[in-house]
């Protein structure tokens, strides 16, 4: 999915532009950093409320195609600077962190998962 | 391919939030310039990372050191305690004694020595109570 359809999908404002033709696989949203080394893949878009330095930074040790802060959260001045400055696209959304992950799913973006739920299972008899 | 080892070392300091990852970024670019296989460098990344926050979370100070050979990245990690009492517990995913203070900046998955283990070829951790804790890693270069 290019990063322009996620943009317009979760209606994000840019704070650090991305390439036009610039295009992410997969999705992986949290506030925990381990959990995002543990699990995130390549060729993805980090979704986070957590606009810490640190979550910048670890961003960019896993190459990731953009960092997408949600629930409004806006980074400090100097964290975007540090964002762009390493060519590290920002976007923020309104959404909150499930609705803004459970838009781009819908719309085709794959998770990060190792394992497939069958859509079925968790439904009463 | 490298003929020769090259060896780096990285002091880190604890409590220090601002620089802390630097040494991990260092290390990642040292890397790249070597050329190594994507995949490596994302492994060694992830546990320089990991080790790298663990000094700067839970001791009181200590360094990261790189030895790349033509065959495998070596890396260590030393700190001046206060040591961990039961690796066994501090192994297991989830379990993590991070303060408040250090959940709030987005640490305390209880995910960081699971993650170091995982991506780690070769993985052997020592700790004493009170001394310090040691950390030996290897990953195997053309293993992905």
Redesign the interface.
Known sequence: MKLQEICELLQADVLVDYDSDAEAFTACGSDLISDILRFIKVETVLLTGLTTLQMIKAAQLLDVKAIIFVRGKRPAKEVEEIAKKNDLPVLCTKLPLFEACGCLSRHGLKGCSEYAVQEDEHVAE | MLQNKLSYAFPIEASD??K???A??KI?KILKLAGLP?TVI?RV??IA??AE?NIVIHSVGGSLSLDLTSTRVEMASQDNGPGIPDIDLALQEGYSTASDEVRA????????L??IR?NADHFCIQSEVGVGTNLEVWIDIGVS
């Open positions: 939030f601002t802390a990852g630097d991990a970024g990642k994507a994302r990344a992830i990372y990991e926050m900046l987005g640490f305390g998955a209880g995910m960081g699971p993650n995982r």
